[in-house]
């Protein structure tokens, strides 16, 4: 099994800044990559940062240069640094995991969801 615990959600103003935390651990052999993805009401999930286990990242258009994610390969961990936030940050954000894990002698490539945390940018 494999879990993802997600912390750093919750109500900040408009302007404001929040981080977000998405710690993996399980049965993981190595991780290709980390991500946050969002959804918003009435729309669809869409990808906020990935990062690989190399460092290269990409980020959505619509958080480029308002929000950097970073990795503690050490601790499994992805951190979301979200700053300038807008009303139209609000979304439940999810923690996603690209990895390998080993079952007998055979590698199987997997991803797995974090439950979401809610990000709620208003006055």
């Known amino acids: 099994q494999v879990h993802l615990v997600e912390s750093g959600g919750g109500l900040v103003q408009p302007g404001g800044s929040l981080r977000l935390s998405c710690a993996a651990s399980?049965?993981?052999?190595?991780?290709?990559?980390m991500g946050w993805y969002r959804q918003a009401p009435g729309k669809e999930r869409e990808l906020v940062a990935r990062?690989?286990?190399?460092?290269?990242?990409n980020y959505g258009d619509s958080v480029k240069g308002r929000f950097t994610i970073s990795r503690d390969n050490a601790k499994n961990t992805v951190y979301l640094q979200m700053n300038s936030l807008k009303p139209e940050d609000t979304a439940v954000y999810y923690c996603?995991?690209?990895?390998?894990?080993?079952?007998?002698?055979?590698?199987?490539?997997?991803?797995?969801w974090g439950q979401g945390t809610l990000v709620t940018v208003s006055s």
């Open positions: 990062i690989t286990s190399g460092g290269s990242t």
């Open positions: 399980g049965s993981i052999f190595s991780i290709n990559a």
């Open positions: 996603n995991l690209e990895f390998v894990m080993k079952w007998e002698s055979t590698y199987h490539y997997l991803d797995h």
